[in-house]
């Protein structure tokens, strides 16, 4: 069987590692070389190239957040931008926050039989969610490849991730449990006057969010998403009346930021009162191009990334891709 839909498995994500099923084997048996398990992003990269040399027009992701990311990347490399591959993603990753909002909705054979029977009928891209790509980009003189997810953050949020990876709490928990402890150890940094200045203080950061927003200066927390929805109800975005809402959502907060408690409680909410809205410490918006410069790494898809010596990223835009829904 070779059919319109390629599968990318990645066999580390962690519910991939302890499935005992036959569900890998028999997509191998079923997909032929559409099914691919690469060893490496470059043997993805090669993969995705031989995908759209032959027009393949739909991608089955099983993996996490990392894998949708090397996966939108290499798309992002190799497929026109007017000829975009549908993408159905199964979550079995450490982190699924993609398919929280974009997920297929099945996992495993009841996926795959259900991929089979749209593929035979023409109708994968019946019932589809459209977001777009978060692209980052290194501009001259870094030159760096640019990189592509959906979910992005610096200053406190890189903090927190990189607290999350510690070995003693990434070994030893769930992701879910791993975010909560990392939560908690926030906390707890916050509690002593030394860590707490420091962390309120901030990174240096400059943005320009299209034409008209500009924030320089210390940042305690920057977001950035292409997501319409997170987990729990949180939403810490808001838009003017009237403006769009379907491409970059951001949030830049302030280095001591006034009322954060407040603020914080809000936002995990989704809520957006008329004084947090109007507070200059607090700016969120959508645009389609947000130029940053900073001096501390930053965070896409879980993954830490250095800013590189000029510490200059660019966030843009791809054009809209297809996720499949069951």
């Known amino acids: 069987m070779t059919g319109r839909f390629a599968l990318v498995y990645n066999p580390r994500s962690r ?81 699924n926050l993609i398919a929280g909002d974009v997920g297929f909705g099945l996992r495993g054979i009841k996926a795959l039989e259900h991929l089979q029977r749209l593929d035979a009928s ?58 909560v402890v990392s939560f908690l150890s926030s906390v707890a940094h916050l509690l002593t006057r030394r860590s707490r200045q420091e962390w309120m203080r901030g990174n240096a950061l400059v943005m320009r969010a299209g034409a008209h927003i500009q924030r320089q200066g210390n940042c305690f ?26 491409v970059i959502n951001f949030l830049h907060v302030a280095g001591q930021p006034s009322r954060l408690a407040a603020a914080a409680w809000a936002l995990l909410r989704g809520r957006h009162p008329a004084w947090l809205r109007q507070d200059p410490d607090y700016c969120s918006g959508c645009e ?3 130029e940053m410069l900073l001096e501390s790494d930053f965070v896409l898809d879980g993954e830490v990334f250095s800013p590189g010596p000029a510490g200059r990223i660019v966030l843009s835009a791809t054009a809209p891709i297809d996720f499949i829904h069951a």
């Open 288 to 290: 389609d191009r947000i």
């Open 221 to 246: 927390l920057f977001l950035s998403t292409t997501l319409q929805h997170l987990p729990h109800g949180i939403w810490p975005f808001w838009t003017a009346p009237g403006t769009r809402d379907d």
């Open 15 to 95: 519910r991939n590692m302890g499935d005992r099923s036959l569900y890998a084997q028999t997509a191998r048996d079923l997909l032929g070389e559409n099914f691919v398990d690469p060893a490496d992003r470059s043997r993805l990269d090669a993969n995705i190239a031989e995908f759209a040399s032959r027009g393949t027009d739909c991608i089955v992701i099983d993996g996490g957040d990392g894998t949708v990311s090397d996966v939108l990347t290499a798309i992002h490399r190799h497929y026109p931008a007017d000829r975009l591959p549908a993408l159905a993603i199964l979550p079995s990753g450490n982190t």
């Open 122 to 179: 023409g109708l994968l891209r019946r019932n589809v969610r459209r977001r777009c790509g978060l692209v980052v980009e290194w501009p001259e003189p870094d030159g760096r490849a640019p990189v592509v997810g959906m979910f992005h953050g610096a200053a406190a949020f890189t903090r927190g991730i990189e607290l999350a990876h510690q070995p003693a709490i990434l070994n030893n928990y769930s992701h879910e449990m791993a975010v």
